[in-house]
Nanobody, 124 residues
Framework: QVQLVESGGGLVQAGGSLRLSCAAS????????MGWFRQAPGKEREFVAV????????DYAASVKGRFTISRDNAKNTVYLQMNSLNPEDTGLYYC?????????????????WGQGTQVTVSA
């Protein structure tokens, strides 16, 4: 089992920034590809960003590319999501997730473990 705990969410004005963190415990963190997903009220969960085990490779949803940056610190068992130039469409519950596969994937259905989420609200 891998336990994931997100933090860093909050209320921010449009154009502002937030940094989300996800602390992992349990199995070896560096064995897992890590992703961020979000779910807005009344909408399906969607992929946001993913980072490879070493942190070398990343991928982003088109809607956040150039504004969000995913990174990880394997020594601290933590993955981060730096979010800049936030807009109201970024509002939602943000989840981190761990995937035991070998290649990064944007498919949330393939992830093995999920956190409880942290709320991000962007006001206009």
């Amino acid at each position: 089992q891998v336990q994931l705990v997100e933090s860093g969410g909050g209320l921010v004005q449009a154009g502002g920034s937030l940094r989300l963190s996800c602390a992992a415990s349990g199995r070896t963190f560096s064995n897992y590809i890590m992703g961020w997903f979000r779910q807005a009220p009344g909408k399906e969960r969607e992929f946001v960003a993913v980072v490879s085990r070493s942190g070398t490779y990343t991928d982003y949803a088109a809607s956040v590319k150039g504004r969000f940056t995913i990174s990880r610190d394997n020594a601290k068992n933590t993955v981060y999501l730096q979010m800049n130039s936030l807009n109201p469409e970024d509002t939602g519950l943000y989840y981190c997730a761990a995937y035991s596969g070998a290649v990064i994937t944007t498919n949330g259905g393939r992830y093995d473990f999920w956190g409880q989420g942290t709320q991000v609200t962007v006001s206009a």
